[in-house]
């Protein structure tokens, strides 16, 4: 199982990113798709949980505005665009899958919020 996260970078208050986490390893369909993130100082939190086939997708309450998770199984990879970032949003994001008892992490891909 390999997860590969992309995307991050240094934005502007008010910018936007789309992050990206390729997969490799397992029958990517068949699972649901995890985004969390951390944040300097603070546990790792959910931000969006994606099934299957990617019509259901779960937010955590504070980012049902301005975050937008997606999938395109053709592909293996999940998406998440991040709208109106502010400096709270500057965090290492990762991609997770559970296969199995087994939690699978990417390495993250590291958002900074700045002027």
């Known amino acids: 199982v390999q997860l590969v996260e992309s995307g991050g970078g240094l934005v502007q208050p008010g910018g936007s990113l789309k992050l990206s986490c390729a997969a490799s390893?397992?029958?990517?369909?068949?699972?649901?798709m995890m985004w969390y993130r951390q944040a300097p100082g603070k546990e790792r939190e959910l931000v969006a949980q994606?099934?299957?086939?990617?019509?259901?997708?779960q937010y955590a309450d504070s980012m049902k505005d301005r975050f937008t998770a997606s999938r395109d199984n053709a592909k293996k990879t999940i998406y998440l665009q991040i709208e109106s970032l502010k400096p709270e949003d500057t965090a290492v994001y990762y991609c997770q899958v559970r296969i199995g008892q087994v939690d699978y992490w990417g390495q993250g891909t590291q958002v900074t919020v700045s002027s």
């Open positions: 390893g397992f029958t990517f369909s068949n699972y649901f």
């Open positions: 994606i099934s299957f086939s990617g019509r259901s997708i």
